[in-house]
């Protein structure tokens, strides 16, 4: 007997989106499959975001598919995909910064109706992860350091007790020290926790050393793939985006 083959927890096929005439998704195709952390990485401009702004319903697709767990989500309102468990940690951390830390996390949690029970378990996973978050409780999110904010950013996605984790840039701006503890968070929640997680990185040496797979996008399309080491190894991912580039 063989074993079922295991369905991907997320499925993008033939993705199309735009703003206005600038088409910044020409139908991109891209699987993760549960417990995989995937990278995905490209110059400015390639249409990172878009792919995770698009899962999440802004812009809307024109075309193509976005199935999670099977099921199709392509036309889910924004405000339901959070209810699905799909959390993202968007680009430039926009965390709440007149409200505390604390009221930061608990935003996570509302997005998905947690129980109290948990809300602290979810509450004591962020603190194990992010220590910095727990002395910090009562500070504003907006006086937090550029890492803090970051962790803080991880930390509210992680109180939705999201099924998949998008992360936008998390090192963008970091110093590399902060980068790595991101990074290390990371392989942690993915190692320990099983989360499935979407990385997507300028800093590809950092993103496809931790990722089991990569994606890279050009103008709008994929035009690589493969696995993490596979794609650290090829000359035009070197060249463009390693040597001369961000270094771990
Ligand atoms: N809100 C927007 N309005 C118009 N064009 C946009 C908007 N956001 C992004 N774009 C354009 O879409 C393309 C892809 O951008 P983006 O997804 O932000 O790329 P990346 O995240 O890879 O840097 C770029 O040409 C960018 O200028
Ligand atoms: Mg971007």
Redesign the pocket.
């Known amino acids: 007997m063989t074993a079922p083959s295991a369905q991907p927890l997320l499925a993008i096929q033939a993705l199309r989106a ?3 005439k ?4 020409k139908g991109v195709d891209l699987e993760i499959n549960p417990g995989e952390i995937v990278a995905l990485i ?12 698009t899962i999440f319903g802004k ?1 809307r697709a024109r075309a193509g598919q976005i199935l999670f767990d099977g099921r199709d989500i392509t036309d889910v309102p924004t405000h339901e995909i959070a209810r699905l468990r799909i959390a993202q940690s968007p ?1 430039g951390r926009r965390i709440f910064p007149r409200m505390t830390v604390a009221e930061n996390l608990q935003m996570g949690a509302d997005a998905t109706d947690s129980s109290e029970a948990e809300r602290a378990a979810g509450l004591d996973r962020v603190f194990t992860l992010f220590p910095r978050l727990k002395e910090r409780m009562t500070q504003r999110g907006g006086t937090l350091s550029g890492g803090e904010q970051q962790m803080l950013a991880i930390g509210r996605a992680l109180m939705s007790r999201p099924r998949l984790l998008m992360l ?2 998390p090192s963008l701006g970091l110093a590399p020290l902060i980068a790595r503890q991101i990074f290390d968070a990371i392989r942690t929640l993915n190692r320990q926790d099983g989360l499935t997680v979407l990385i ?1 990185e ?1 800093n590809a040496n950092h993103a496809l050393r931790l990722a089991h797979r990569g994606y890279v ?1 050009v103008n ?1 399309l994929i035009t690589l793939q493969g696995t993490g080491t596979e794609l650290l190894q090829r000359p035009e991912i070197r060249s463009a985006y390693l040597e001369g580039g961000r270094r771990a």
Not at 22 to 25: K, P, S
Not at 42 to 53: D, H
């Open positions: 735009a703003y206005g600038i088409e910044a998704l490209g110059a400015n401009g390639a249409g990172k975001s878009t792919l995770m702004m812009p680009e936008d840039e997507v300028q996008m709008g």
